[in-house]
């Protein structure tokens, strides 16, 4: 399976770059997960810029009510897998309002409003946790 996190974001803090970088390293045990910075760059240009296929899932991370449990995104991650998804663009930090796109789905993994840069930490450690359940290891060391 292959990630990439669009950030709508120019720069970020340093210490969130190097904790999702350990993530990352972590992942790759599992998967390819990268992240872009990207922005001002609307995300149907990116989905525009992807050639058109149905193995590609788009998902807009943006704060809301409802929000899995670790267990039940673990299953969502893993029915993509199923369904033959073997590429996921998650949109970190875009106005859900204004950028709502047909072939785009909404995830919430929390109901706070948080930075870019933490909702990314946040999306690279649910990913990681989500491995690990499926896996079935340990999450804490």
């Not at 810029?49 to 899995?68: D, E, K, M, N, W």
Request: aromatic share 12%; net charge positive.
């Amino acid at each position: 399976m292959n990630y990439q996190i669009y950030l709508n974001q120019k720069k970020i803090w340093k210490p969130d770059e190097c904790i999702m970088d350990e993530f990352a390293k972590r992942l790759s045990a599992y998967c390819k997960v990268r992240h872009f910075m990207a922005p001002g760059v609307s995300p149907d240009k990116i989905i525009a810029g992807h050639s058109a296929s149905s193995h590609i899932r788009y998902l807009q991370v943006c704060p809301g009510i409802t929000t899995p449990a670790s267990e039940e995104f673990a299953a969502y991650m893993n029915e993509l897998r199923v369904k033959g998804i073997s590429q996921v663009c998650f949109f970190v930090g875009y106005n859900a309002d204004t950028e709502k796109n047909a072939d785009m789905d909404t995830l919430s993994l929390t109901s706070f409003s948080l930075s870019v840069g933490m909702t990314g930490i946040l999306l690279y450690e649910q990913l990681y946790r989500s491995y690990r359940i499926l896996n079935h290891q340990p999450y804490h060391k």
